[in-house]
């Protein structure tokens, strides 16, 4: 992976919910400084760390970690932080989910604005999936904008597509940007003509693939037609097969990818084979040579909790617009 510049513009970040550095990725090809990151996971952690060796890891539960310790450890002072940035997990929001209204995990970004308190960082950001703001759980999405309003913040809230930045994969994503700097803004399209999954992976050589096929998941995989899913796949042969296989996914090679989520359940190749860890980083706008660690399905997993590095760079920038401006 080539150099990136190292906070060429002097915009220091802290990403906490840090997964394997999707986020930090991009706003250092943006030229910002992530000088921190927070994050439990071990293998997260190690693929972070493999990546992004100069920033300091903070390998917490963020439950756990206050504020004066950040500021110590960063040298920083209250108020000197340009970005706090948290993608909380989304498994109690996901539309891939059951949408538990209950889910321990959908108030995990009240630690994040604890922090923000703590911290009083120049401007915030959370990003989660699709479903924040849909149906039961937008009583959510509508607390986090009150919090930020509440802090002072300028917020926008909305939706955006990697697919809009040169990414072969759908991945629409709820953002919440806050300033106290300026108004923040949607980034602009920098890709009016989609990228497809022929596009993209074609120089791309399939190495790391999941041990073990079932043999249903063999037989759907022949069965499924391009783009298509299980689910649709069942109901339109009328197979009455487990609904263990309605997760499953088959690329289109004149598509962008469907959305790659944290469970793998079967991801096809529009070959019929499956896809490989290096295809899936490269569908969700990572360089193919982005050094994972861990199984299978823990490198699946890390890839389907990511932010698209192409997005942050764009947000990135968004963020060091407005305050050249103040």
């Known amino acids: 992976m080539s150099a990136l510049p190292k906070g060429i513009h002097g915009m220091k970040v802290l990403s906490t919910f840090s997964g394997m550095g999707g986020s930090s990725l991009g706003y250092k090809m943006a030229g910002l400084d992530v000088i921190g990151c927070v994050e439990i996971h071990n293998h997260a952690v190690a693929t972070y760390h493999l990546n992004h060796p100069s920033t300091h890891i903070?390998?917490?539960?963020?439950?756990?970690?206050?504020?004066?310790?950040?500021?110590?450890?960063?040298?920083?002072?209250?108020?000197?932080?340009?970005?706090?940035?948290?993608s909380p997990p989304c498994q109690g929001f996901s539309t891939a989910g059951?949408?538990?209204?209950?889910?321990?995990?959908?108030?995990?970004?009240?630690?994040f604005f604890r922090l923000v308190d703590e911290l009083e960082p120049r401007n915030i950001l959370i990003e989660n999936v699709s479903g924040m703001i849909k149906g039961k759980m937008k009583?959510?999405?509508?607390?986090?904008?009150?919090?930020?309003?509440?802090?002072?913040?300028?917020?926008?809230?909305?939706?955006?597509?990697?697919?809009s930045f040169g990414v072969a994969q759908m991945r629409p994503r709820v953002f919440f940007m806050g300033s106290k700097v300026g108004l923040p803004f949607f980034p602009k399209k920098t890709h009016h003509k989609i990228v497809t999954a022929k596009e993209a992976l074609k120089n791309i050589d399939?190495?790391?693939?999941?041990k073990e096929q079932t043999d249903h998941n063999?037989?759907?995989?022949?069965m499924?037609?391009?783009?298509?899913?299980?689910?649709a796949a069942i109901k339109r042969t009328t197979k009455k097969w487990h609904n263990k296989h309605f997760g499953l996914q088959k690329l289109a090679k004149n598509r962008p990818s469907r959305t790659i989520i944290k469970t793998y359940t079967g991801f096809f190749h529009w070959t019929n084979r499956p896809l490989s860890i290096e295809?899936?980083?490269?569908?969700?706008?990572?360089p193919v040579d982005y050094k994972m660690v861990g199984t299978f399905r823990q490198k699946w997993a890390r890839i389907g909790n990511s932010v698209s590095p192409p997005v942050a760079k764009a947000i990135g920038e968004m963020f060091l617009s407005i305050g050249d401006k103040s």
């Open 58 to 86: 903070f390998h917490r539960d963020i439950t756990e970690l206050g504020g004066k310790e950040i500021l110590k450890t960063l040298n920083l002072e209250k108020g000197e932080l340009d970005l706090l940035d948290g």
């Open 98 to 111: 059951k949408r538990i209204l209950q889910d321990d995990r959908n108030t995990l970004f009240r630690s």
């Open 139 to 163: 009583y959510i999405a509508r607390e986090i904008i009150q919090e930020c309003k509440k802090r002072g913040y300028q917020t926008v809230c909305g939706m955006i597509k990697a697919s």
């Open 206 to 210: 399939p190495i790391t693939m999941p």
């Open 218 to 222: 063999k037989k759907m995989m022949y």
């Open 224 to 231: 499924m037609k391009e783009n298509e899913t299980g689910q």
């Open 279 to 286: 295809e899936a980083l490269v569908l969700t706008g990572f």
